[in-house]
């Protein structure tokens, strides 16, 4: 099992950008699906954004594209997201999650996924 830690969630302004890392306490391997999920208060699991780990192939959700990024740096386990251009919508808890060994474009589906981190809060604020 890896064990990811998320972190960089803060309350900002509306039009705002905010930087998310996740952090996994295993070497993350090319063909290692990562992905960031968001719940938002009363809406279901939403997934935001994947990354295949070294095959620079992403997914982005319709809701966050053109601002929403995420990238890798495999030397440090750590996957990022780079959010601009927030809005208010954009409020709710970040999760972290991985599927180990994936072939495939990296699904937006959260029930894909076997390891989760606990999650850092954004509030975006009009």
């Known amino acids: 099992q890896v064990q990811l830690v998320e972190s960089g969630g803060d309350s900002v302004q509306a039009g705002g950008s905010l930087r998310l890392s996740c952090t996994a306490s295993?070497?993350?391997?090319?063909?290692?699906?990562m992905g960031w999920f968001r719940r938002a208060p009363g809406k279901e699991l939403e997934g935001i954004t994947t990354?295949?780990?070294?095959?620079?192939?992403?997914n982005v959700a319709d809701s966050v594209e053109g601002r929403f990024t995420i990238s890798e740096d495999s030397v440090k386990n750590t996957v990022y997201l780079q959010m601009n251009s927030l809005t208010p919508e954009d409020s709710g808890m970040y999760l972290c999650?991985?599927?180990?060994?994936?072939?495939?474009?990296?699904?937006?589906?959260?029930?894909?996924?076997?390891?989760w981190g606990q999650g850092t809060q954004v509030t975006v604020s009009s």
């Open positions: 295993k070497s993350i391997y090319a063909g290692h699906c």
């Open positions: 999650a991985a599927i180990r060994a994936y072939r495939g474009s990296c699904p937006l589906i959260p029930d894909d996924y076997n390891d």
């Open positions: 990354i295949h780990i070294g095959r620079e192939s992403t």
